[in-house]
């Protein structure tokens, strides 16, 4: 068994160099190898001694899962490893894309991750969204309501984060990256970044970077984060984010049943009862359809 004591974790990225942490030890700057280049944001390494402060990693551990997102030409990218919480956001402004949201939580679902849902700018009127997402509360994730601009609930919000490896996700506009620089205020929380020394050479500045909130809660701060999609080869398993399906897929009169168009699927016809799980099976069936 590993000492845990010896693992540190990737926080920053630059080109060959980078930052890691340990509760020990604290940041330490790091050179890569070059069978080493695929490393991404949340690894957890073994690093050998400081040779002129900087150290070398020896060994890369198996990450738990990987969050990835679709570049602009197409080209699947590692963006984060080791995620044990994506918190969703969104807010009354901009208007919520709930395919969107849906698609979120298939991934987080999908990586093992906990969900949590988080209204944002809490001095706005939130009360109709609120009532839309009551479903998705009524799912088993959890809604917080915050504002960084009022100050609001940021107890709550850090509660949410203790003891997690945790991301903020959502769409453009609803304030994550407010949310991220309000928690970055809190005196427990460790941040560092690269010396200009130790960014010499390429300029590959990956955007993700991993806070340190305490010996065990980590926030990853990654902009751009719509293009996330679910790493799925096989078209049964987008139930698996589709917590609703789970109670009822036993009473389906049909094996491997994909509970989109068949006759009497008590699947299928459960979700067609009301606006909000219809909504999430025309959600579900447009994810299928990417699906080859």
């Not at 001095?123 to 309501?145: S, V």
């Not at 990256?177 to 990956?206: A, F, P, Q, V, Y």
Request: glycine share 4%; net charge neutral; aromatic share 6%.
């Amino acid at each position: 068994m590993t000492d845990r004591n010896n693992i540190s974790i990737v926080t920053e990225l630059y080109g060959n160099r980078g930052l890691c942490w340990n509760s020990i030890d604290g940041f330490q700057s790091f050179i890569l190898i070059q069978k080493q280049a695929d490393l991404v944001i949340g690894d957890r390494v073994i690093c050998n001694d400081l040779i002129s402060d900087e150290c070398t990693i020896q060994t890369v551990l198996d990450a738990d899962n990987s969050l990835k997102k679709m570049s602009s030409n197409g080209v699947s990218q590692n963006i984060a490893n080791n995620v044990s919480n994506a918190i969703i956001v969104v807010s009354s402004e901009p208007k919520v894309n709930f395919f969107l949201l849906d698609k979120l939580i298939l991934i987080a679902e999908m990586n093992q991750c906990s969900v949590n849902i988080v209204i944002n700018k809490a001095d706005l009127d939130h009360n109709n969204l609120k009532k839309e997402l009551i479903y998705y509360e009524g799912l088993g994730y959890p809604l917080t309501i915050v504002s960084a601009k009022a100050n609001t609930n940021k107890t709550g919000l850090l509660r949410i984060l203790k003891n997690e490896s945790s991301l903020l996700l959502g769409q453009s506009g609803v304030g994550k990256s407010t949310l991220i620089n309000w928690l970055l205020k809190e005196e427990s929380i460790k941040t560092n970044t690269l010396s200009d020394k130790n960014k010499r050479g390429r300029h590959t500045t990956t955007t993700t970077k991993l806070h340190i909130m305490d010996n065990d809660s980590r926030l990853f701060d990654t902009p751009g984060m719509e293009n996330l999609y679910p790493n799925i080869n096989e078209k049964y398993l987008i139930q698996n984010g589709f917590r609703e399906m789970e109670t009822t897929r036993d009473e389906c009169r049909y094996r491997n049943c994909l509970h989109v168009s068949e006759p009497k699927c008590s699947v299928k016809d459960s979700m067609l009862t009301d606006k909000a799980s219809e909504r999430r099976h025309n959600h579900y069936k447009k994810i299928l359809e990417t699906i080859s």
